[in-house]
């Protein structure tokens, strides 16, 4: 008895992560063919929202952090090393802004790919507090989801996509997640 239970969960389970991913459903505009020698853009989707704030500090954060958000798609380490060092530094030394300098700074020094996409988590809550309280002009950011991050845990990131790519797999699992909330 114990078995078939065991069993019937792990099946449930195998089923859920194949539904809730579709992690072998790869969109059109995606073309993987690891042969080719050129560099493959991972979060290129087909359309992209231009949000314009009427803060301009705050327009050039977001701005940076889809850069972050796009390095830890492509997995780039190095060049999630740089935007953030670039973020780190337009982000003005205030009360409200300690933990995001913190954080930006924390991954700038930081070289392993699943450590940055750790800290990327808090990252993308701090920059959540400005874009939810912030005036957009035009466009709309994503708020999407993997419920699969962090071992089943999820993770939260920002887009200027509806079309998902997640930072917290890259290609492995590059469009498992959904958008949860649109900020207008």
């Not at 099946?11 to 073309?31: G, H, Q, R, T, Y």
């Not at 940076?64 to 935007?83: F, H, M």
Request: hydrophobic share 35%.
């Amino acid at each position: 008895m114990k078995t078939t239970g065991r069993f019937f969960v792990v099946v449930v389970f195998m089923a859920l992560a194949v539904i809730s991913c579709n992690k072998d459903k790869k969109p059109e505009s995606v073309i993987i063919d690891e042969s080719v020698n050129e560099t493959v853009d991972y979060n290129k989707t087909d359309s992209r929202s231009e949000v314009k704030f009427s803060d301009v500090k705050i327009q050039e954060i977001y701005g940076l952090y889809l850069s972050v958000k796009a390095a830890l798609v492509n997995s780039k380490s190095d060049v999630v090393q740089v935007e953030t060092k670039k973020l780190e530094a337009v982000i003005e030394d205030s009360e409200e802004n300690v933990q995001l300098k913190a954080v930006s700074k924390l991954i700038s020094l930081t070289k392993d790919i699943k450590k940055q996409r750790d800290f990327f988590v808090t990252l993308t809550s701090e920059v959540e507090k400005l874009v939810g309280n912030a005036e957009i002009t035009s466009g709309e950011v994503y708020k999407q989801f993997c419920p699969m991050a962090f071992d089943g845990e999820g993770g939260y990131w920002l887009s200027d996509s509806e079309e998902v790519r997640n930072p917290y797999y890259g290609k492995g699992m590059l469009v498992c997640g959904s958008v949860e909330k649109t900020f207008k």
